[in-house]
């Protein structure tokens, strides 16, 4: 399978049933989406966020995963509670599951979407920007905190201010463009009485906003959840 496939965000809104680690029986919950590093699913449980969770989630007869996922994050949605999981643990097999699923589930959408990806393609460096948020596996918050970066190719640092924050990038505006593929190191200034937080990831797009500001968007070597969870305490 083309690894393209696991950056897409499949929109399900089905009913769905999950069973938590320990739990005598089935809950009734509605997966919102899925792909193949994560989900957005509601249900009526309160759950803890900033923690694994073990869990057997059925999609239907032929789909049942089970997985360990990390809870990034949640908020409350009339009188059930909606949650961000992302895939700590899940094996290839429950990925094709997943792939066969949609497949049968949403031949036609499938299909449309795999053909909007190969049109976008067409257009270079359209498609890198155009599908970004299609890339976005955890949901994005807006928050403005000061950044320090350094420009490892150049060995230049920079300064920086985010604008929206996920736990798998960093969008940030900044005075000079950035060139794509660029690797950083970055220091992130949280207003929590701790050190700035330290990570690692590479300018996947930027273009110019209006004049002297730019926007990038920066994918982050590994998805840091403690550093997400730092934030969040902070918004």
């Not at 803890?48 to 999609?59: A, E, L, N, Q, R």
């Not at 994050?73 to 999981?85: E, I, R």
């Not at 940030?172 to 990831?201: C, S």
Request: with cysteine; glycine share 6%; net charge neutral.
């Amino acid at each position: 399978m083309q690894e393209r496939r696991g950056c897409v965000r499949w929109q399900v809104n089905r009913p769905a049933q999950v069973r938590l680690e320990g739990a005598p029986e089935n809950a009734e919950c509605t997966c919102k989406d899925v792909n193949f590093k994560g989900m957005q699913i509601s249900l009526k449980q309160h759950l803890s966020v900033d923690k694994f969770i073990k869990m057997t989630i059925m999609f239907s007869e032929s789909c049942c995963l089970e997985v360990e996922v990390w809870a990034v994050w949640s908020k409350k949605v009339m009188d059930t509670n909606l949650y961000g999981f992302y895939f700590a643990k899940i094996k290839d097999s429950d990925k094709e599951r997943i792939y066969q699923f949609l497949r049968c589930s949403f031949p036609q959408e499938l299909r449309k979407q795999c053909w909007q990806g190969l049109d976008r393609a067409k257009g270079g460096e359209s498609m890198e920007y155009g599908m970004q948020d299609d890339k976005r596996i955890f949901s994005r918050f807006e928050v403005t905190l000061p950044l320090k970066f350094l420009e490892l190719n150049f060995n230049q640092e920079g300064l920086a201010q985010t604008h929206d924050i996920s736990a798998k990038g960093i969008g940030i505006t900044t005075k000079e463009a950035l060139v794509p593929h660029t690797p950083l190191e970055m220091w992130l200034n949280i207003p929590d009485n701790g050190q700035p937080l330290y990570t690692r990831g590479e300018v996947a797009w930027s273009y110019m906003d209006q004049p002297n500001v730019y926007r990038s968007g920066i994918e982050l070597e590994k998805a840091d959840l403690m550093g997400m969870s730092r934030v969040l305490r902070t918004i």
